[in-house]
């Protein structure tokens, strides 16, 4: 097996409701005077009140919808100033933080908006082009200086982000596993992230509808901070100990297919992911394993056909662009051994006549 780059965790890390009044503090000794702070609209909206005064020069940064590599660009030519990166938003802006951090190399601080996947962990950035449709991923060689996470700030979001989050969360166990059943003697930090992996699926599925319930109800209870963390911080240490193995494989490389159909670009990354977990189990024809997460998914309102991603009509045309986009050239289904597009297409089908049968 190819030896493993282990980033496990970011330097400081704190989940707690109220953490980011400690941001002055965490701050001293830095030596920091200039930052730049990049932020959505919703997501500055929702955090500012809960960011207290920060002895800094800050330059504020909007974000333009995309993490792009152009976009990238455009923040540094506009930060090329600050001494540390700070991003307050989604996935897509800690990306930014993070890509942005590494091309000026400057420590970067995360503090999460929503809780829909493990970017304020993982030391990578996924990039799209600017009409959303995905190009690759990169993993930077320094980890995130700090991840500060206000469940209170989290609760704020609107609940398909969560539940979207548990989608894409779960896929963790599914792709790590596919990758790392044949290594008979694995090293510990392989073993921490499917341990991390496990941990992924079994709390999720255990916890993830009161957590939903907690999320309606606006309740920061025990189910709510256990789902955020395991989303974040387990999700995260997935990648973060096993590299290449516990990354993605086939149900990530569906959403990238995914996203290459205008039909679903209205649905969230964990609901592709989700969908993309039930393909990916298609094609290792474990099929009893897709009708014991079907309960689960209808609990939790997470796509089983290409139906509930937006496809009111599901033509040939569609399932050979996913397949063919699911299986180019670097994508990382091929770690799976699985190359041909047709073998995709018949696993999709698979997929959607299973739907149809329950």
């Known amino acids: 097996m190819e030896s493993l780059n282990v980033q496990g965790a970011p330097a400081v890390y704190r989940c707690e409701q109220g953490v980011l009044a400690q941001l002055p503090d965490l701050l001293k000794g830095k030596h920091v005077n200039k930052a730049g702070l990049i932020h959505g609209e919703q997501s500055w909206s929702a955090a500012e009140p809960h960011i207290p005064d920060l002895p800094l020069s800050i330059s504020y940064q909007k974000y333009n919808g995309e993490c792009s590599h152009k976009e990238v660009e455009r923040l540094c030519e506009n930060l090329s100033g600050a001494e540390l990166i700070i991003g307050v938003g989604g996935g897509k802006i800690l990306d930014l933080a993070k890509a942005s951090g590494d091309r000026l190399d400057k420590p970067v601080v995360l503090i999460p908006t929503l809780p829909s996947n493990c970017a304020a962990w993982t030391p990578l950035s996924v990039f799209y082009d600017e009409t959303g449709n995905f190009e690759e991923y990169i993993v930077f060689p320094r980890s995130t200086l700090m991840v500060l996470v206000d469940p209170d700030l989290l609760l704020a979001s609107p ?36 341990h991390a992996a496990k941990l992924c699926r079994d709390v999720l599925i255990e916890n993830g509808s009161d957590s939903i319930r907690a999320h309606q109800q606006q309740e920061v209870d025990p189910s709510f901070i256990r789902v955020v963390e395991t989303i974040i911080l387990a999700g995260g240490m997935v990648g973060g100990f096993g590299d290449v193995y516990g990354r993605i494989s086939g149900a990530h490389s569906v959403h990238n297919g995914l996203t290459k159909v205008k039909e679903t670009h209205g649905h969230l990354h964990g609901d592709k992911v989700a969908y993309g977990i039930l393909v990916q189990l298609a ?76």
């Open 159 to 194: 609940v398909e982000y969560l539940r979207a989050g548990i989608g894409d969360t779960i896929a963790k166990w599914y792709e790590a596993d596919v990758l790392t059943r044949h290594i008979k003697t694995k090293p510990v930090p392989l073993d921490v992230s499917l």
């Open 283 to 358: 094609l290792e024809e474990r099929f009893e394993e897709i009708e014991r997460l079907y309960p689960f998914y209808q609990k939790m309102q997470l796509p089983r056909s290409l139906y509930d991603l937006g496809l009111r009509e599901i033509t040939n045309e569609a399932v050979q662009t996913i397949a063919r986009y699911t299986t180019r050239q670097g994508e990382s289904i091929h770690l799976m051994g699985v190359s041909e597009a047709d073998v995709v297409v018949a696993a999709i089908q698979n997929v959607e006549e299973l739907y149809h049968k329950q």
